[in-house]
């Protein structure tokens, strides 16, 4: 157990919808990373907070947003989905924002969209 | 363009052998690798990581070689045991930036009792 929890584990929804997947870092981490695993490929990153602020932002389309709260958890959210965001979406945290800091990751959320 | 490539989808090793996961990148700029394992229904764990001022890393039965000349890297894992079957991730990433890895597709181990 990394000690990163998300929910919901499987989300099943229909195309032109919006969900929201949460993810809550390890206590004491400061940063979180979400990263998203379609079929056959690797883990790419979409984006990074450290301490409630954006810090980085990788292939993110503008249909998905995120934001991180006071508390330190993190919410992904995804609208007008289309049958291509089906994948598993990986939530990662770390202590800081660089050098060589590990990242811990949650179990995923594994979204289908009909 | 993939950053970060693994050209075997897979590998079956038997147990107790040496097993030999391959990963290469292309850009220059990474200066930091990881290597994750991925159980099916898990997120990935790390395992171990190399710095760009290193050429070897070992942890155990785990050992990751960097040669930077070719941008490639290995993970050699000895003995190879059953509970090292998974899907091994190389990642890379730049340390002076905000750190976020770019991964590769995976290979899968099975590791034959």
């Not at chain 2, 079956?12 to 394992?37: A, H, P």
């Not at chain 2, 070992?58 to 045991?81: C, M, W």
């Amino acid at each position: 157990d990394s000690g990163v929890t998300q929910t919901p584990k499987h989300l099943i929804t229909a195309t032109g919808q919006r969900v929201t997947l949460r993810c809550s870092p390890r206590s004491g981490d400061l940063s979180v990373y979400w990263y998203q695993q379609s079929l056959d490929q690797g883990l790419q990153f979409l984006i990074q907070y450290y301490n409630g602020e954006e810090r980085a932002k990788g292939n993110i389309l503008e249909r998905f947003s995120a934001q991180q709260f006071p508390d330190l958890h993190s919410e992904l959210n995804l609208s007008s989905l289309e049958l291509g965001d089906s994948a598993l979406y990986f939530c990662a945290s770390s202590v800081i924002a660089g050098g060589t800091d590990t990242q811990y990751f949650g179990p995923g959320t594994r979204l289908t969209v009909l | 363009d993939q950053q970060v490539k693994q050209n075997s989808p897979s590998l079956s090793v038997q147990e107790g052998r040496i097993s030999i996961l391959n990963c290469d990148y292309t850009n220059s700029m990474f200066d930091y690798f990881l290597w994750y394992k991925k159980y099916p229904a898990e997120g990935p764990t790390f395992l171990i990581s190399i710095s760009s001022i290193k050429d070897k890393n070992e942890d155990g039965r785990f050992t990751v070689f960097l040669n930077k000349s070719a941008k490639h890297l290995s993970l050699h894992i000895v003995p190879s045991q059953p509970g090292d079957s998974a899907v091994y991730f190389c990642a890379a990433t730049v340390m002076a930036g905000s750190y976020q890895l770019t991964f590769g597709k995976g290979t899968k181990l099975s590791v034959i009792p």
